[in-house]
């Protein structure tokens, strides 16, 4: 029985750090590849979860639009319901964090971080295929409730461009938040505490004008609300969408596009190198 | 540190965690293993062990001192570091929601082995370890000790020159336990290095070639376990008597015949006679108890433990004499 020997350069890419650049990015892609199909492996071991994650949205648009939309109306005119839509867009991506958030304090906790960091992989890879599995799951929940919209009457009513464009937003937005969910994911130290950030999705939800118009607020909550990083995107799509809901004239609301832009990057900016930091640094 | 015979080298390595530590630092630790030997690090809990465990395999960094493993800088080398080494942790660090089989599979893969090769060597695993039938099972549903089974085959997809061992066989059952051993020997044979770590007496005894006992961050005794056992005192000879009236009345014929201080376990009745020649003192002992009227149930003549250097050595005095 020989077998503990197994030559660790047995694979097609010969391990060393002498390497070139190039050869270097193409085994971190490999690398994010094998992370990617482990998240996704998960899927297919666990379904209901992931179903449930994409079919909770669609429960919440119809709590609001069908139990909550006739009593709320739209400032400037307008179907509540068309309103409503690209909010639960940016909420579904909101949603997203508490997906990464709990993958990441799960595996930091078991170890299986550790175990990650211990080998010669790539430590990007580990990051980049949370990433791509992330994103993945966010596109598929975005698709759900694009379909749902439709199916209960919700439509873009500007080009096809423009609605790519409102996706391509929303992505963006996930983008950042998954670098929230992953610096609080390493930060927080086990699921316990995460279950207690997830709880502030809410608020953070609802101080924006994902619900309800920012103008129906008492002023300085409102404004909090358009400054919101989830009421850019809201706006914005809403905009791109030619939904209903652009109305207010203060400075964010006009350019929600370009604050839906600035926000993910700043975002980005922050939690990106924070999360990196986080993880080199692991201690526990 | 260009020590070409050592595999794992330490020099001064301190490591001091802010605010209230959860772990314990390391206060000036030395280290020097052969290559191809077995180090069992033992100490108590808080002692360092798992930090220094942390800080060779790079998931730590040191505030100060040098360390290199297989050759190559902690520091300054981590890549090549974590290309040389394999590190079986003080928890199963498996995907828990995978079967088995795609753990290894998995690891294999960021192993760089190809897909293929990948899955040969996940099934062959999984038979050495006895977990073929479980192989295509949630690890979820494991139970402890079939689950550290995983986690240290994960560590041997690729044989690594240096395994690091946290505390393997904490929590497992006897047969179990016995796996592992068998596994870590398996793994020396083949000529990788080993640093261990274990609150186990009986582990280290048994594993490893040499030990290092460790205190409050700082190694405190190093050796082979005979010499550890020869360095801190002689023979002795354990004396279990029927009752404590017995244990009482001995005390003093005992403490007369002893070349150190007795040890008792009030509650066995049993006491401990350090003495300087074996047989000799074994018959003073005797017949001095037998002049005093007290018959004891078992008198043996047996070396020290490493439990008792250990104790000797960790400053735990829970069984000296208390006058």
């Known amino acids: 029985m020989n077998a503990a020997v197994q030559p660790r350069s047995a694979g097609s890419l010969p391990a060393g750090s002498g390497d ?72 579904t991506m909101l949603f997203g964090l508490e997906t990464t958030m709990m993958a990441v304090t799960t595996d930091a906790s078991r170890g299986v971080t550790d ?8 430590s990007s890879a580990v990051v980049l295929g949370r990433c791509a599995a992330d994103m993945l799951n966010s596109v598929v929940g975005l698709a759900v409730m694009m379909v749902t919209g439709l199916l209960l009457d919700w439509s873009w009513h500007g080009g096809a461009g423009a609605a790519a464009a409102a996706v391509g937003l929303l992505l963006l937005l996930r983008f950042a938040l998954l670098w929230i969910g992953i610096f609080i994911g390493l930060a927080s130290g086990g699921p316990e505490t995460v279950s207690a950030v997830q709880i502030l999705v809410w608020p953070a939800g609802f101080l924006s004008n994902i619900f309800v118009d920012a103008g129906t607020m008492p002023a300085w909550l409102g404004a909090i609300a358009e400054w919101n990083p989830l009421s850019a995107t809201a706006s914005a799509t809403r905009e791109l969408f030619a939904n209903p809901g652009m109305g207010a004239d203060s400075w964010v609301e006009q350019n929600a596009v370009l604050m839906a832009v600035v926000w993910p990057v700043l975002i980005t900016a922050v939690f990106l190198p924070l999360s990196a930091r986080t993880f080199r640094r692991l201690k526990a | ?15 001091s965690y802010s605010g209230a530590p959860r772990e314990a630092g390391l206060n000036g630790f030395d280290l020097r293993v052969a290559a191809g030997s077995v180090c069992g690090l033992l100490g108590p809990n808080g002692a360092g062990k ?40 003080q928890y199963a660090a498996v995907d828990e929601i995978l079967t088995g089989r795609q753990n290894l599979v998995m690891f294999g893969r960021l192993n760089r082995l190809p897909a293929p090769a990948a899955r040969r060597r996940a099934d062959e695993l999984l038979e050495r370890f006895d977990l073929t039938g479980a192989g295509t099972r949630p690890v979820g549903g494991y139970s402890g000790g079939m689950r550290r089974k995983l986690d240290l085959a994960a560590s041997l997809v690729v044989s690594p020159p240096v395994l690091f061992v946290d505390e393997p066989t904490t929590g497992l059952d006897p047969a179990a336990r016995q796996e592992v051993w068998t596994a ?44 550890l056992k020869s360095a801190v005192e002689g023979d002795r000879i354990e004396i279990v008597f029927s009752g404590p009236a017995d244990t009482q009345a001995a005390l003093p014929v005992l403490a007369r015949a002893a070349s150190g201080e007795l040890s008792v376990e009030t509650a066995a009745h049993r006491v401990g006679v350090p003495v300087a020649e074996r047989t000799r003192a074994l018959v003073r002992v005797a017949t001095a108890l037998n002049e005093a009227g007290i018959e004891p149930e078992d008198i043996t003549l047996r070396r020290p433990t490493l439990d008792e250097v250990f104790l000797r050595l960790t400053g735990d005095d829970r069984t000296e004499v208390r006058a």
């Open chain 1, 20 to 91: 070139s650049p190039p050869l270097r990015f193409a085994r971190a892609l490999a690398d994010a590849w094998t992370i990617t199909l482990r998240d996704l492996a998960h899927w297919t071991r666990r379904p209901g979860t992931v179903v449930v994650g994409w079919v909770f949205p669609v429960m919440i648009v119809l709590i609001f639009g069908g139990l909550f939309g006739g009593a709320i109306s739209v400032p400037g005119g307008g179907d509540y319901f068309e309103f409503l839509m690209p909010g639960m867009f940016t909420m």
């Open chain 1, 115 to 122: 175990r990650f960091r211990s080998l010669p992989m790539s």
């Open chain 2, 1 to 15: 540190m260009e020590d070409e015979k050592s595999a794992i080298t330490a020099q001064d390595v301190r490591k």
């Open chain 2, 50 to 89: 798992t930090t220094a465990i942390r800080i060779l395999s790079t998931l730590l960094e040191m505030d100060g001192g040098r360390a290199s493993v297989a050759g190559f800088d902690v520091r300054t080398q981590g890549r090549r570091v974590r290309e040389s080494i394999g590190l079986v942790g």
């Open chain 2, 184 to 227: 870590v020997r398996e793994l020396v044979d083949a000529g990788t290095t080993v640093l261990l770590t274990t609150q186990y007496l009986e582990e280290a005894d048994r594993l490893a070639d040499r030990v290092c006992m460790l205190t409050a961050g700082r190694v405190v005794a190093e050796g082979t376990p005979e010499e």
